[in-house]
């Protein structure tokens, strides 16, 4: 939590969620200050460690926001658009 809030200039975000019965995080951190950027990154709680899972490098002018649907996690942009990552049971598979 520490990390995504302070490890760019401007700061960011950390949403926790349960997922296929693993506690995963999503952490969005912010670049620009004034307008909109975000990347976002999925993490799964280890025996001991956070691991990443996956991650979407930096969109600019939008923030990146996870939607919920049936078996999976969509990323995409807040306005609306195409999704840019997807989160599955599968992603989860090899931690």
Same mark, same amino acid.
């Given at each position: 939590k520490n990390?995504?809030?302070t490890s760019t200039l401007v700061g960011g975000r950390l949403d926790? @969620?349960?997922f296929e019965g693993r506690e995963v995080a999503f952490a969005y951190r912010s670049y620009t200050s004034g307008v909109k950027?975000?990347?976002a990154a999925v993490y799964v709680r280890g025996d001991k460690t956070w691991k990443l899972v996956k991650a979407y490098?930096? *969109?600019m002018g939008d923030?990146? *926001?996870a939607e919920q649907q049936a078996g999976s996690y969509l990323f995409h942009p807040e306005n609306g658009g195409k999704s840019?990552?997807?989160l599955t049971? @599968?992603?989860l598979a090899h931690f």
């Open positions: 990390w995504t809030e926790k @969620a349960t950027s975000s990347d490098p930096v *969109v923030w990146i *926001v840019l990552m997807v049971q @599968a992603d």
